[in-house]
């Protein structure tokens, strides 16, 4: 059965006991705390209010920050008829009756907003479905996601819609929201600075969250204000908010990788320690930073590769907790490691051009010719050995004969690069001094 909701349809209930989150819901969109880049007055949605021309929306952000709200109140400056819906809980022959009924409305002259709550969850040919419906003006569509957009919805159904980011509140838009429900409740939280604080901090950027515990915290029956050791002993932290398979997974592991990048390891060991806090797998995490080592330091220290392996071997062996000591060790090498990508630039431009290059052979002189037939066709002939030559170089060409010598590899001058460096310019040198590139 669908989870529908028809602004028609609306029970009343007793705020005596109506949750404090519905009793604080805002009544006009300038009392929505924290979203002002997108409800200001020259803000995207404050910009389409004013011009009368309000458009099929996609409100992308975490939980606890006004999605719903705002679509309610959307609905309310537009004069549209409110319905809501959760893909969670809402089948084809449901979205069928909303469509007729938003049919039926328009016929009298009333518009449907229509709000799709965890939008993502409907499948791609779902999604489809709306478009007819969208594009013919029956509904204005509003979809809230936690999900990135670009990942879980359809191409044709973004290029309807206009996407909005919703930010998670801050600490002050959370104080702000606090001495709402102090007002609502007619009396200050029995907490003292620390411990109100600390609440905030609880509820981690989630409104909704906050004014629960909140609501925890009034029931209570205590004489003088709590600090934060004991409202520590009366609520438990929330878990942090982690999707091992969604944006945070990917949000987080970029700001570790390009924290190591950066050369900062304190960063670094921040965002290793929010994933493993998240419960991400230490295996994954090994292998992406043994990933780094190669991507981002390369050869300016060859021993950064080792020990990164010798890191993910000791996990291995020692499990967790332990074992994720030697992964944060690891990030701290890398951090502070000299940083080169030129052999992984090196290997992209090799690619291209290898892609590029079509099955040019090798030139003769560097083919075996194990046959009698092969050495008629002059493979190996001209071929020197660079062991014979004094300097052990002997600058003949490798490439093939239709190729212009192109320059792939060009080390920094960063850490054991720089040796590197001095190396290939040294051999390139000899090669110029003598005639390769005019052979």
């Known amino acids: 059965m669908a989870d529908l909701f028809d602004s028609t349809d609306a029970p009343t209930v007793s705020s005596a006991h109506q949750p404090l989150a519905d009793r604080l819901r805002p009544a006009a969109l300038d009392q929505v705390i924290g ?31 006004g999605k719903t709200t705002i679509a309610r109140l959307l609905a309310d400056e537009s004069d ?13 022959q449901d979205l069928k009756k909303v469509f007729e009924a938003a049919r039926m409305r328009r016929r009298t002259g009333q518009g449907t ?20 419906h969208v594009e013919d003006g029956t509904i204005l569509l509003v979809g809230a996601t936690t999900e990135n957009p670009s990942f879980e919805l359809n191409a044709a159904l973004l290029s309807r819609a206009q996407v909005l980011v919703l930010e998670r509140l801050s600490m002050a ?49 205590v004489e003088g204000p709590l600090d934060r050791a004991a409202l520590s002993t009366r609520l438990m932290r929330r878990a942090t908010k982690y999707d091992k398979s969604g944006d945070e997974h990917y949000n987080l592991i ?34 992406r930073i043994t990933r780094m080592a190669v991507e ?17 071997e000791t996990y291995e062996r020692l499990g967790s907790p332990e074992g994720e000591l030697a992964l944060a060790q690891a990030v701290i090498y890398l951090a502070l ?28 002189h560097i083919l075996n010719a194990p046959t009698r037939l092969m ?61 390769e590139d005019g052979d």
């Open 35 to 65: 979203q002002e880049h997108i409800l200001g007055p020259d803000a995207p949605l404050g910009v389409m209010l004013a011009a009368g021309s309000l458009g099929s929306l996609v409100l992308w952000g975490p939980p606890g920050v």
């Open 80 to 92: 549209l008829h409110f319905v809501q819906i959760s893909a969670l809980f809402t089948g084809v």
């Open 113 to 132: 907003l229509l709000f799709v709550d965890e939008i993502h969850r409907f499948n791609k040919a779902q999604q489809d479905g709306f478009l007819p």
């Open 173 to 221: 838009d959370l104080e702000r929201l606090t001495q709402r429900a102090e007002t609502e409740l007619g009396r200050a939280l029995p907490l003292d600075a620390s411990a109100r604080e600390a609440v905030q901090e609880m509820a981690d950027g989630d409104g909704r969250a906050l004014l629960n515990l909140i609501e925890q915290v009034m029931a209570w029956k």
């Open 254 to 287: 970029s700001a570790l990788h390009k924290s190591v990048r950066g050369s900062d390891p304190d960063a670094a060991l921040y965002w290793l320690a929010r994933m493993l806090k998240g419960g991400e797998d230490p295996r994954y995490l090994a292998r």
């Open 296 to 312: 981002d330091i390369g050869l300016a220290d060859p021993q950064a590769q080792t020990i990164c392996l010798h890191a993910w």
């Open 337 to 364: 490691a000299p940083k080169s990508n030129a052999g992984y630039a090196a290997y992209k431009a090799a690619m291209k051009l290898a892609g590029g290059s079509g099955s040019a052979p090798p030139p003769k």
């Open 375 to 435: 050495k008629d066709q002059d493979y190996g002939a001209g071929y020197a050995y660079d062991h014979d030559a004094e300097d052990g170089f002997s600058g003949q060409d490798y490439f093939p004969d239709s190729m212009t010598r192109p320059v792939l590899y060009t080390p920094v001058e960063r850490g054991f690069e720089r040796d590197l460096k001095k190396r290939a310019e040294y051999f390139a040198r000899l090669r110029a001094e003598r005639g």
